[in-house]
Antibody, heavy 118, light 107 residues
Framework: QVHLVESGGGVVQPGRSLRLSCVAS????????MFWVRQAPGKGLEWVAAISFDGTTKYPADSVKGRFTMSRDNSRNTVYLQMNSLRREDTAVYYCAKRGRDGYIDYWGQGTLVTVSS | EIVMTQSPGTLSVSPGEGATVTCRAS??????LAWYQHKRGQAPRLLIYGASTRETGTPARFSGSGSGTEFTLAISSLQSEDFAVYYCHQYNDWPGTFGQGTKVETK
């Protein structure tokens, strides 16, 4: 059974940094691409970053380019989202998600809340 | 970037009635489209991929159709557990883009 467990969320001041983690289990992690997707209060889903199975190709969304970096450690079955220069508009629930065979998302974590506030 | 335009924003439906959500892509995406259901406080759930293939466990009352740029999610005879927000997601150019979401609420 696939499990994705996010951690690292919390309250942080604008301009500061935070690192999210997602531990995966129940599937062959090292052959699957992964996503981070967020949902701001009252808004829809927005993909934030994605990474290839081996970590060599990364896809940051325009809204976070230059501030957020996604990485992975296949030896630990873990993906990370390093978030720097946080802004109030980055306040959201952040979901870790697994890429399905053709590129859709077939599994999602429960999410971790990030609140950017002074 | 491929823009996904989803409509309507909100759909008010009585239990037992049907509902239809539409998603339009700004460019050709073949059948590289998925639909997700999202309930408050829960993880989103994959319902349909490949525009029309139901994920394991998706009830038969959910059906997807379309190709190219026009896609539809149809829910026949809504059950209480179907009231949620639905999103389309094109993955033709990975990671893709999401539609804005359609809230299906009780009339």
């Amino acid at each position: 059974q696939v499990h994705l467990v996010e951690s690292g969320g919390g309250v942080v001041q604008p301009g500061r940094s935070l690192r999210l983690s997602c531990v995966a289990s129940g599937f062959n992690f090292q052959i699957n691409g992964m996503f981070w997707v967020r949902q701001a209060p009252g808004k829809g889903l927005e993909w934030v970053a994605a990474i290839s199975f081996d970590g060599t190709t990364k896809y940051p969304a325009d809204s976070v380019k230059g501030r957020f970096t996604m990485s992975r450690d296949n030896s630990r079955n873990t993906v990370y989202l390093q978030m720097n220069s946080l802004r109030r508009e980055d306040t959201a629930v952040y979901y870790c998600a697994k890429r399905g065979r053709d590129g859709y998302i077939d599994y999602w974590g429960q999410g971790t809340l990030v609140t950017v506030s002074s | 970037e491929i823009v996904m335009t989803q409509s309507p924003g909100t759909l008010s439906v009585s239990p037992g009635e049907g509902a239809t959500v539409t998603c339009r892509a700004s460019q050709y995406i073949s059948t590289n489209l998925a639909w997700y259901q999202h309930k408050r406080g829960q993880a989103p759930r994959l319902l349909i991929y490949g525009a029309s293939t139901r994920e394991t466990g998706t009830p038969a009352r959910f059906s997807g159709s379309g190709s190219g740029t026009e896609f539809t999610l149809a829910i026949s005879s809504l059950q209480s557990e179907d009231f949620a927000v639905y999103y389309c997601h094109q993955y033709n150019d990975w990671p893709g883009t999401f539609g804005q979401g359609t809230k299906v609420e009780t009339k």
